[in-house]
């Protein structure tokens, strides 16, 4: 069921959501070769408590965390360990911030040093998916008008893009209705209302569309 958010419920999610971009610019700037995944849920954890948020924190004992970072290779969340940025490759953050019940959620890839042409490009494509997406979000408008919106152009469509995973709702919970696919057609699916929140997520990779559900146990 889709949840609509009073404005009052809109401004606290408004105030989750810039701290966890600014904690999503701490970690930018920590991008360098050489930092740690497990430093870099350090700086996510520090920055959001410090702004009065509390970080959702996922995984169990030793493998809990304030934030994912993963490496070229990971596709989605990964676990903060031994692993440091290598120059030449992109790093992948996503965090995610409570203030009063309510979530904020977002996530960043960086390149870390001076990447190859094809990790730039592929890095402008998923830029540019994300904001045809938003600009797709008015009332009246359905979900699927948003995932054909994020394949805007004929560069884009020689990509492969995800469909294991999507983006959602947000809320009380990080994930709620609806889900929200990289992908079309348009016209269908829930129709946009005023006062929804999603997570858009256009998830784009260079190779196969393939994916391999990885557990904690092998965290790089």
């Excluded at 350090?42 to 995984?59: K, L, Q, V, Y």
């Excluded at 911030?97 to 959620?105: C, L, R, S």
């Excluded at 904001?131 to 948003?146: E, L, N």
């Amino acid at each position: 069921m889709t949840v609509q958010k009073s404005w009052t419920e809109l401004q606290t999610m408004a105030r989750a959501c810039r701290i966890v971009v600014d904690a999503l610019d701490a970690l930018e700037a920590a991008a360098v070769p050489g930092t740690t995944t497990k430093e870099m849920d350090r700086i996510a954890r520090e920055h959001i408590e410090r702004a009065g948020a509390r970080p959702r924190s996922s995984g169990t004992g030793d493998t809990r965390r304030a934030s994912a970072s993963r490496s070229t290779r990971r596709s989605c969340t990964g676990s903060p360990g031994r692993a440091s940025s290598a120059r030449g490759t992109s790093s992948a953050s996503t965090s995610a911030a409570i203030v009063d019940g309510f979530f904020g959620d977002a996530a960043r890839t960086v390149a870390v040093g001076r990447v190859s042409e094809e990790a730039a490009r592929l890095m402008r494509v998923t830029r540019d998916a994300l904001f045809a997406g938003i600009d797709a979000c008015h009332p009246g408008k359905r979900v699927g008008d948003i995932g054909t919106r994020c394949r805007p152009t004929p560069s884009a469509t020689a990509i492969p893009w995800w469909r294991e995973f999507v983006g959602h709702g947000i809320g009380t919970s990080l994930h709620e209705e609806p889900q929200v696919p990289n992908y079309g057609p348009p016209g269908r699916r829930e129709r946009l209302v005023a006062g929804m929140c999603l997570a858009i997520e256009p998830m784009v990779n260079v190779g196969k569309p393939e994916v391999e559900v990885l557990g904690d146990a092998g965290r790089r």
